[in-house]
């Protein structure tokens, strides 16, 4: 994993800490006022956590599709190296 590999992810699980602290919150309120709504502070609170989880997971989701991209497209010259190193000729037959 290399550098923005490894930011985005403690990124993104800073975020789902506060997204799940957020609905703990929501709970926690849902039961203790007597109208069972939580406030609107809590509201946004929520919302502003739970877009920048789903923010950050699409993120995630764009490098994982990249890193597989670049590892398919290694995947020949791998091939390629290992037939060269056991000393297989590399010319087509």
């Given at each position: 994993m290399d550098g923005r590999e490894q930011g985005l992810s403690e990124r993104w699980h800073v975020a789902m800490q506060q997204y799940w602290a957020m609905q703990l919150q929501i709970s926690r309120e849902h039961l203790l006022f007597?109208?069972?709504?939580?406030?609107?502070?809590?509201?946004?609170r929520a919302d502003a956590a739970r877009t920048e989880a789903a923010a950050?997971?699409?993120?995630?989701?764009?490098?994982?599709?990249?890193v597989r991209t670049i590892e398919s497209l290694r995947e020949p010259w791998?091939?390629?190296?290992?037939?060269e190193a056991s000393g297989e000729p590399l010319t087509r037959a």
């Open positions: 007597p109208d069972g709504a939580p406030t609107r502070e809590t509201m946004q950050l997971s699409k993120e995630v989701v764009r490098v994982q599709q990249s791998r091939a390629l190296a290992v037939r």
